[in-house]
């Protein structure tokens, strides 16, 4: 199991386990964590799972590619960090990873 924790842009601290190879839109959506929605299901078509990376997490990242890049520009409040958790596929050199969830998806 991959340990996941979102903070809430309130400050509210979640953390979650989920099998490895589980996307972080994923983790979110079937642990009810407020602020991140996956309306396409995952599919890099919205950015309705727009999240922050932490920054001692960003280097372990895949790089953003051209789709994840137009897709962010949709993202409201984008800015250090910014991904879509549909592109983060959670591995054992993401155990530990910390994200936080924007003040809304819309």
Do not use: Y
Request: charged letters at 25%.
């Amino acid at each position: 199991m991959i340990k996941v924790t979102f903070i809430e842009h309130n400050g509210t601290v979640r953390s979650v386990e989920v099998a490895e190879g589980t996307s972080l839109m994923e983790a979110a959506v079937s642990n009810r964590v407020p602020g991140i929605d996956g309306d396409c299901g995952g599919n890099c078509a919205c950015a309705t799972c727009h999240l922050f990376v932490e920054p001692e997490w960003r280097d372990k990242l895949v790089p953003v590619e051209d789709m994840e890049k137009s897709m962010l520009e949709l993202a409201e409040g984008g800015g250090p960090g910014s991904r879509l958790g549909c592109q983060i596929m959670l591995s054992r050199s993401l155990d530990g990873i910390v994200v936080r969830t924007p003040l809304g998806q819309h």
